[in-house]
Protein backbone atom coordinates (compact mmCIF):
# COMPACT_ATOMS: atom_id res chain seq x y z
CA UNK A 1 0.00 0.00 0.00
CA UNK A 2 1.21 3.43 -0.40
CA UNK A 3 2.07 5.63 2.68
CA UNK A 4 1.70 9.30 2.47
CA UNK A 5 4.00 10.95 5.43
CA UNK A 6 2.49 14.32 6.37
CA UNK A 7 4.88 16.73 8.79
CA UNK A 8 4.61 18.18 10.98
CA UNK A 9 2.13 16.45 13.16
CA UNK A 10 0.71 19.78 14.68
CA UNK A 11 1.55 22.86 12.92
CA UNK A 12 1.42 25.90 15.68
CA UNK A 13 0.04 29.19 13.87
CA UNK A 14 -0.41 33.15 14.66
CA UNK A 15 -3.82 34.43 13.02
CA UNK A 16 -2.41 36.09 9.69
CA UNK A 17 1.13 33.63 9.68
CA UNK A 18 2.02 31.41 7.11
CA UNK A 19 1.78 27.35 6.99
CA UNK A 20 3.10 24.83 5.16
CA UNK A 21 2.13 20.83 5.79
CA UNK A 22 4.75 18.53 3.78
CA UNK A 23 3.03 15.08 2.76
CA UNK A 24 5.62 12.34 0.67
CA UNK A 25 4.33 9.46 -0.56
CA UNK A 26 6.42 5.53 -0.51
CA UNK A 27 6.48 5.77 -4.08
CA UNK A 28 5.38 8.30 -7.40
CA UNK A 29 1.58 9.17 -7.11
CA UNK A 30 1.39 9.64 -11.36
CA UNK A 31 -1.36 7.82 -12.85
CA UNK A 32 -0.48 5.95 -16.60
CA UNK A 33 -3.50 7.91 -17.85
CA UNK A 34 -0.79 11.27 -16.35
CA UNK A 35 -2.60 12.59 -14.05
CA UNK A 36 -1.75 12.72 -10.36
CA UNK A 37 -4.46 11.91 -7.99
CA UNK A 38 -2.99 14.07 -4.85
CA UNK A 39 -5.96 15.32 -2.49
CA UNK A 40 -5.89 18.01 0.70
CA UNK A 41 -9.11 17.38 3.00
CA UNK A 42 -9.52 20.04 6.46
CA UNK A 43 -11.64 18.66 8.82
CA UNK A 44 -12.37 21.40 11.18
CA UNK A 45 -13.60 19.92 15.08
CA UNK A 46 -17.19 18.29 14.60
CA UNK A 47 -17.25 18.12 11.03
CA UNK A 48 -16.90 15.68 8.13
CA UNK A 49 -13.71 16.48 6.23
CA UNK A 50 -14.21 19.19 3.26
CA UNK A 51 -12.43 19.02 -0.11
CA UNK A 52 -9.80 21.85 -0.27
CA UNK A 53 -7.61 20.74 -3.28
CA UNK A 54 -7.57 18.29 -6.15
CA UNK A 55 -4.84 16.75 -8.64
CA UNK A 56 -2.33 18.45 -6.17
CA UNK A 57 -2.98 21.94 -6.81
CA UNK A 58 -6.25 22.68 -8.08
CA UNK A 59 -8.98 24.69 -5.60
CA UNK A 60 -12.23 23.27 -5.30
CA UNK A 61 -15.02 25.47 -6.03
CA UNK A 62 -15.56 28.09 -3.05
CA UNK A 63 -12.02 27.47 -1.47
CA UNK A 64 -9.82 30.84 -1.13
CA UNK A 65 -7.13 31.60 -2.62
CA UNK A 66 -4.62 31.63 0.07
CA UNK A 67 -4.55 27.76 -0.29
CA UNK A 68 -2.62 27.04 -2.34
CA UNK A 69 -1.27 23.01 -3.43
CA UNK A 70 2.07 22.24 -5.57
CA UNK A 71 4.55 19.31 -5.84
CA UNK A 72 4.53 16.27 -7.62
CA UNK A 73 5.96 12.69 -8.21
CA UNK A 74 6.03 11.53 -4.18
CA UNK A 75 6.45 14.79 -2.43
CA UNK A 76 3.41 17.37 -2.14
CA UNK A 77 3.08 20.89 0.05
CA UNK A 78 0.11 22.44 0.98
CA UNK A 79 0.74 26.15 1.94
CA UNK A 80 -2.17 28.55 3.71
CA UNK A 81 -1.11 32.02 3.78
CA UNK A 82 -2.46 34.67 6.51
CA UNK A 83 -4.21 31.79 8.20
CA UNK A 84 -7.67 33.17 9.59
CA UNK A 85 -9.61 31.14 12.46
CA UNK A 86 -11.56 29.44 9.68
CA UNK A 87 -8.70 27.46 8.67
CA UNK A 88 -8.12 25.60 12.16
CA UNK A 89 -8.30 21.71 11.82
CA UNK A 90 -6.93 19.17 10.93
CA UNK A 91 -5.47 18.27 7.55
CA UNK A 92 -5.41 15.34 5.45
CA UNK A 93 -3.75 14.41 2.51
CA UNK A 94 -5.27 11.84 -0.19
CA UNK A 95 -3.39 9.69 -3.26
CA UNK A 96 -6.50 8.27 -5.42
CA UNK A 97 -3.72 6.69 -7.95
CA UNK A 98 -2.99 3.49 -6.49
CA UNK A 99 -5.29 0.91 -4.94
CA UNK A 100 -6.26 0.74 -1.74
CA UNK A 101 -6.41 4.46 -1.93
CA UNK A 102 -4.76 6.01 1.45
CA UNK A 103 -4.75 9.06 3.70
CA UNK A 104 -2.03 10.86 5.95
CA UNK A 105 -2.01 10.80 9.12
CA UNK A 106 -2.86 14.40 9.16
CA UNK A 107 -1.49 17.59 10.68
CA UNK A 108 -2.89 19.78 13.13
CA UNK A 109 -3.39 23.28 12.62
CA UNK A 110 -3.75 25.05 15.51
CA UNK A 111 -3.05 28.30 17.64
CA UNK A 112 0.12 29.16 19.38
CA UNK B 1 -27.69 20.52 -4.57
CA UNK B 2 -25.81 17.17 -3.75
CA UNK B 3 -26.60 15.84 -0.41
CA UNK B 4 -25.44 12.50 1.30
CA UNK B 5 -26.81 11.09 4.47
CA UNK B 6 -25.38 7.70 6.16
CA UNK B 7 -27.40 5.63 8.00
CA UNK B 8 -26.85 2.37 10.60
CA UNK B 9 -28.04 0.82 13.36
CA UNK B 10 -25.75 2.74 16.05
CA UNK B 11 -24.80 -0.39 17.74
CA UNK B 12 -23.92 -3.65 17.73
CA UNK B 13 -22.37 -7.09 18.80
CA UNK B 14 -19.09 -8.48 18.15
CA UNK B 15 -19.18 -11.23 15.06
CA UNK B 16 -22.67 -9.59 13.92
CA UNK B 17 -22.55 -8.19 10.46
CA UNK B 18 -22.77 -3.92 9.98
CA UNK B 19 -24.90 -2.76 7.35
CA UNK B 20 -24.99 0.95 5.96
CA UNK B 21 -27.06 3.19 4.12
CA UNK B 22 -25.93 5.80 2.23
CA UNK B 23 -28.96 8.29 0.33
CA UNK B 24 -27.93 10.50 -1.48
CA UNK B 25 -29.57 13.87 -4.03
CA UNK B 26 -28.63 15.95 -5.87
CA UNK B 27 -26.59 13.50 -8.70
CA UNK B 28 -27.32 10.29 -9.92
CA UNK B 29 -24.87 7.01 -9.51
CA UNK B 30 -25.97 6.27 -13.00
CA UNK B 31 -24.30 9.12 -14.45
CA UNK B 32 -20.56 8.60 -15.86
CA UNK B 33 -17.68 9.05 -13.75
CA UNK B 34 -19.61 9.17 -10.84
CA UNK B 35 -18.72 7.07 -7.33
CA UNK B 36 -19.85 6.92 -4.08
CA UNK B 37 -17.04 5.76 -1.25
CA UNK B 38 -16.95 5.10 2.57
CA UNK B 39 -14.63 6.06 4.69
CA UNK B 40 -14.34 5.76 8.33
CA UNK B 41 -12.63 7.18 11.26
CA UNK B 42 -12.30 5.89 14.60
CA UNK B 43 -12.18 8.17 18.03
CA UNK B 44 -10.26 10.44 17.65
CA UNK B 45 -7.69 8.63 15.06
CA UNK B 46 -7.57 9.89 11.36
CA UNK B 47 -9.20 8.87 8.16
CA UNK B 48 -9.68 5.55 6.78
CA UNK B 49 -10.53 4.60 2.76
CA UNK B 50 -13.05 1.27 2.58
CA UNK B 51 -14.34 1.04 -0.65
CA UNK B 52 -15.72 2.90 -3.88
CA UNK B 53 -18.45 1.65 -6.26
CA UNK B 54 -18.48 3.24 -9.51
CA UNK B 55 -21.20 4.52 -11.85
CA UNK B 56 -20.53 1.07 -14.15
CA UNK B 57 -20.63 -0.71 -10.81
CA UNK B 58 -16.93 -1.42 -10.85
CA UNK B 59 -15.84 -1.83 -7.08
CA UNK B 60 -12.80 -1.19 -4.82
CA UNK B 61 -11.94 -2.25 -1.50
CA UNK B 62 -9.60 -1.54 1.25
CA UNK B 63 -7.82 -4.98 1.08
CA UNK B 64 -7.08 -4.44 4.83
CA UNK B 65 -10.04 -5.43 5.73
CA UNK B 66 -9.72 -8.57 4.18
CA UNK B 67 -12.72 -9.60 2.13
CA UNK B 68 -15.56 -8.45 4.75
CA UNK B 69 -16.74 -5.41 2.82
CA UNK B 70 -19.55 -5.19 0.48
CA UNK B 71 -20.24 -2.49 -1.33
CA UNK B 72 -23.71 -2.16 -3.53
CA UNK B 73 -25.73 0.55 -5.19
CA UNK B 74 -29.42 1.18 -5.84
CA UNK B 75 -29.32 3.72 -8.32
CA UNK B 76 -32.99 3.74 -8.84
CA UNK B 77 -33.33 4.48 -5.39
CA UNK B 78 -30.31 7.01 -4.99
CA UNK B 79 -28.57 4.85 -2.73
CA UNK B 80 -25.46 3.26 -1.96
CA UNK B 81 -24.53 0.20 0.59
CA UNK B 82 -21.69 -1.17 2.96
CA UNK B 83 -21.84 -4.47 4.43
CA UNK B 84 -19.20 -5.15 6.93
CA UNK B 85 -18.66 -8.46 8.55
CA UNK B 86 -17.42 -9.64 11.84
CA UNK B 87 -17.36 -6.75 13.24
CA UNK B 88 -15.44 -6.17 15.94
CA UNK B 89 -14.57 -3.68 18.99
CA UNK B 90 -12.03 -2.45 16.43
CA UNK B 91 -14.35 -1.92 14.03
CA UNK B 92 -16.13 1.10 16.31
CA UNK B 93 -15.83 4.27 14.08
CA UNK B 94 -17.96 7.20 12.68
CA UNK B 95 -18.78 6.32 9.02
CA UNK B 96 -18.55 8.72 6.06
CA UNK B 97 -20.24 7.99 2.75
CA UNK B 98 -18.60 10.82 -0.26
CA UNK B 99 -19.28 11.65 -3.74
CA UNK B 100 -16.46 11.24 -5.79
CA UNK B 101 -16.78 12.77 -8.98
CA UNK B 102 -13.86 11.32 -10.89
CA UNK B 103 -11.21 13.12 -9.35
CA UNK B 104 -12.26 14.43 -6.07
CA UNK B 105 -15.03 13.63 -3.05
CA UNK B 106 -16.70 16.71 -2.96
CA UNK B 107 -19.33 16.05 -1.40
CA UNK B 108 -19.60 14.26 2.18
CA UNK B 109 -22.49 13.21 4.41
CA UNK B 110 -22.18 14.09 8.01
CA UNK B 111 -21.55 10.73 9.26
CA UNK B 112 -23.20 7.85 11.45
CA UNK B 113 -21.08 6.84 14.59
CA UNK B 114 -20.97 3.00 14.75
CA UNK B 115 -20.34 1.53 18.21
CA UNK B 116 -19.67 -2.38 18.70
CA UNK B 117 -20.15 -3.53 21.98
CA UNK B 118 -21.07 -6.68 23.72
Known amino acids: DVVLTQTPVAQPVTLGDQASISCRSSQSLVHSNGNTYLEWYLQKPGQSPQLLIY???NRFSGVPDRFIGSGSGSDFTLKISRVEPEDLGVYYC?????????FGAGTKLELK | QVTLKESGPGILQPSQTLSLTCSFS??????????VGWIRQSSGKGLEWLANIWWNDDKYYNPSLKNRLTISKDTSNNQAFLKITNMDTADTATYYC??????????WGQGVMVTVSS
Open chain 2, 98 to 107: ARRAYTYYGF
Open chain 1, 94 to 102: FQATHDPNT
Open chain 2, 26 to 35: GFSLSTYGMC
Open chain 1, 55 to 57: KVS
